[in-house]
């Protein structure tokens, strides 16, 4: 009897523990900035404090809720720009303490579903969204190949990022690695190579266009 009683409780606690441990929301993610993120050491140092100050970065949703919305199928993206380049994790020092933030809604959401999806970009990127200086509902969508390292964002006329995987070509010094890790957490990420980045509003004071660099990442994002 004990047996049976303790083995009943074990299940409930595995029950409760996969509970516990299951995800509210995944989906794909991509980021793009305006200096190289694999890279090395002697290039990293050629760019630090002059470039690298400016990045998109998005989240598509493929399932899950989020303050009880549910959120799958839709996107949501930041575009930030900085006083230093944003250089968090790298091998030296940057002081990027001042960063503003655009964030870009899906304009197929509903009012509620929007309130979430911003909720959802500044908890996960909590030390890039302290100063929001616009909020734009705009088409958005994201689709990421990773075996090709194809990933292609779009935001009305706002913001795009286009990559290509990196191939050997890449390679200029034989030093290069990932210099920079992503600006958020995230899972499976693999940097990428960026055939355009740009973002065309007004909101952060300037615009910018970017092309041809070893600056993305392809990842997904599970929480």
């Known amino acids: 009897m004990k047996s049976i009683l303790l083995i009943t409780v074990s299940w409930i606690a595995l029950g409760l523990s996969g509970i516990c ?5 995944s989906g794909e993610y991509i980021e793009a900035r305006t200096c190289d993120v694999y ?6 140092n050629g760019e630090v404090g002059n470039s690298g100050k400016e ?3 998005a989240w598509m949703i493929d399932e899950g809720s989020w303050r009880g919305e549910d959120l799958s199928g839709l996107g949501v993206a930041l575009v930030i720009t900085a006083n230093d380049t944003l ?3 790298g091998s030296f020092l940057t002081n990027p303490d001042k960063i503003d933030a655009v964030v870009l809604l899906d304009d197929r959401a509903s009012e509620s579903q929007q309130k979430a999806l911003q909720a959802f970009a500044e908890d996960s990127a909590k030390h890039l969204t302290k100063s929001i200086v616009a909020v734009k ?3 958005l969508s994201l689709t990421n ?3 090709s390292g194809k ?3 779009r935001a009305g006329d706002f913001a795009k990022i286009e990559t290509r995987k990196l191939s050997k070509r890449d390679c200029v010094c034989s030093n290069e690695t990932v210099f920079y890790p992503p600006l958020t957490t995230v899972q499976n990420s693999h940097p990428a190579y960026t055939l355009a980045l740009s973002f065309q509003g007004e909101e952060l004071g300037r615009r910018w266009t970017t092309i041809n660099r070893r600056s993305a990442f392809l990842a997904t994002f599970s929480r």
């Open 39 to 44: 890279t090395g050491p002697c290039f990293a």
């Open 145 to 147: 190949d990773h075996i």
């Open 151 to 153: 990933g292609v964002f």
């Open 137 to 139: 509902s705009v088409p």
């Open 21 to 25: 441990t299951a995800k509210e929301i």
């Open 55 to 57: 990045a998109v970065l």
């Open 87 to 89: 250089g968090f994790g």
